[in-house]
């Protein structure tokens, strides 16, 4: 099994809803990532998680929460969100150390996610 | 990390070979070339990576040259189902996150 699953694989909320995006991986990576891709711009890393332990916030907004529950599960928790925040949301996975493939990451389809 | 420079669109006719080039100047010794494939509206995909010369698979080659400041992805005999985007990445062994830069739009036309 070399498939990232994200759910939903769409999303449309308000301002003042609490949502969330799911991602699961059963790879047996330990590392696991959140990206951000706005229309006709390159993906934008959010969030790294390293077993199971946040490693790398890039200055994200605390709307975004992210969650790893597990060694194969990822979740990115919404709430408050504005419009600007509206874009494909990528979960990634890879080995921890990527010392055999270094640029390999294993993406999902993405969550398309629209706030009104 | 090495940023990378590459074309914003290129466009092809069918059955024809593409190369795109992505310039990388200030790579580092331990650093990979990697590139990545997107469709509209899915998660990038990896296609190919190498360190140094030419690595080759069943979807793409890669073309190093010697002082790695360059390289080229090379798609062979193209189909309008090769119309995507195309990311030039230099990474880090290890467990640097990877970061895009703009990619390549290429656009097959039949």
């Keep these: ?116 | 990390l090495a940023k990378t420079t590459q074309p914003i669109s290129m466009d092809s006719y069918e059955g024809q070979e593409v190369n795109i080039t992505c310039s990388h100047n200030n790579i580092a010794t331990n650093d990979y070339i990697t590139w990545y494939q997107q469709f509209p509206s899915q998660g990038p995909r990896f296609i190919i990576q190498g360190y140094k010369t030419k690595v080759t698979n069943e979807v793409a080659s890669l073309f190093i040259p010697a002082d790695r400041k360059s390289s080229t992805l090379s798609l062979p005999r193209v189909s309008l189902s090769d119309t995507a985007v195309y990311y030039c990445l230099v990474v880090q062994s290890g467990n640097t996150p990877l970061v895009f830069g703009k990619g390549t739009r290429l656009s097959v036309i039949a």
């Design chain 1, 1 to 116: 099994d070399t498939e990232v699953t994200q759910t939903p694989k769409h999303l449309v909320m308000g301002m003042t809803n609490k949502k969330s995006l799911k991602c699961e991986q059963h790879m047996g990576h330990r590392a696991m990532y959140w990206y951000k891709q706005k229309a006709k711009k390159p993906p934008e890393l959010m969030f790294v998680y390293s077993y199971e332990k946040l490693s790398i916030n890039e200055s994200v907004p605390s709307r975004f929460s992210p969650e790893c529950p597990n060694s194969s599960l990822l979740n990115l928790h919404l709430h408050a969100l504005q419009p600007e925040d509206s874009a494909l949301y990528l979960c990634a996975s890879s080995q921890e150390s990527r010392q055999v493939s270094p640029g390999e990451l294993f993406f999902g389809e993405g969550s398309r996610l629209t706030v009104l």
